[in-house]
């Protein structure tokens, strides 16, 4: 699995910057290792991007992450307390890297602007935050799950 993720957060970046969202992005860039082909990851993910579906709600690129978590190890059986408490423990690790990083994992927070609105959008683009803020944090994703995963395949 290690060399398999080498490269994944500037391959998530590269992904974004072709037009797909942030959620899609990260899932997409790592989802072949556990096991989802890029199409299937790319359709997965697609409604979470913008704070899922646009609402802003949390960053795309952070449950993105949150879904490769889930898939590495997610319970699959209903009985299975212990896949879901590590899965849990997982993502509250992961949330916590990210803000150390970002200070929030809120699409809003982030972006500090409220993309349903005009003022928002316009604010959005003159300030550049797609490149000053998505590209980072998809970058920050892409790179705290890699370095997640990694920690636990040695």
């Known amino acids: ?9 500037e391959a998530a970046v590269d992904v974004f910057r072709s037009g797909f969202n942030c959620a899609q992005a990260v899932f997409s860039a790592h989802a072949a290792v556990l096991g989802v082909s890029e199409s299937d990851a790319l ?6 991007g913008g704070g899922m579906g ?5 960053c795309g690129a952070v449950t993105g992450a949150f879904m490769l978590i889930g898939c590495r190890y997610g319970m699959t059986a209903k009985d299975d307390g212990a896949a879901r408490e590590k899965t849990y423990a ?4 992961f949330a ?12 809003r927070t ?10 928002g959008r316009k604010y959005f683009k ?3 935050l797609y490149e000053t803020v998505c590209v980072k944090c998809v970058r920050d994703a ?3 799950v890699d370095q997640m995963l990694l920690e636990e395949s040695k």
Do not use: P, W, Y
């Open 1 to 9: 699995m290690r060399d398999q993720m080498k490269g994944k957060s």
């Open 43 to 48: 359709r997965i993910a697609c409604g979470f």
């Open 54 to 58: 646009r609402l802003q709600e949390t």
């Open 90 to 93: 997982r993502v509250r690790q």
């Open 96 to 107: 916590d890297r990210f803000i150390q990083k970002n200070t929030s994992i809120s699409c």
């Open 110 to 119: 982030l972006l500090g602007c409220d993309l349903q609105s005009d003022e």
């Open 126 to 128: 003159d300030h550049d």
């Open 142 to 144: 892409a790179s705290i």
